[in-house]
Nanobody
Framework: VQLQASGGGLVQAGGSLRLSCARS????????MGWYRQAPGQERELVAS???????NYADSVKERFTISRDNAKSTVYLQMNSLKPEDTAVYYC?????????WGQGTEVTVSS
């Protein structure tokens, strides 16, 4: 299984970015897909997740600004990020959780300038 994340970049505060994470390979017992982020000197934190049943979950800091979605046919999960703030600057990692283990993508960097 491989996860290929893309879509990061440099954006001004108030701008938008859309992250994509394409999965190759099948996963038995997939439970959820999601996005985490890690800012310099900080621990990795959950940004948003979507369960196999479609239930979404967001960090309080991104509610009303970020939207997670998925395209099952393309085995891809997206993170639409609007109204970006400098504090959103981080490396964003996609994650797939099964009943056995977590899978991680390589990370895509998001920088929001003030």
């Amino acid at each position: 299984v491989q996860l290929q994340a893309s879509g990061g970049g440099l954006v001004q505060a108030g701008g938008s970015l859309r992250l994509s994470c394409a999965r190759s390979g099948s996963i038995i017992g997939l439970k959820a897909m999601g996005w985490y982020r890690q800012a310099p000197g900080q621990e990795r934190e959950l940004v948003a997740s979507i369960s196999s049943g479609g239930t979404t979950n967001y960090a309080d800091s991104v509610k009303e600004r970020f939207t997670i979605s998925r395209d099952n046919a393309k085995s891809t999960v997206y993170l639409q990020m609007n109204s970006l703030k400098p504090e959103d600057t981080a490396v964003y990692y996609c994650n797939v959780r099964s009943g056995i283990r977590d899978y991680w993508g390589q990370g895509t960097e998001v920088t929001v300038s003030s």
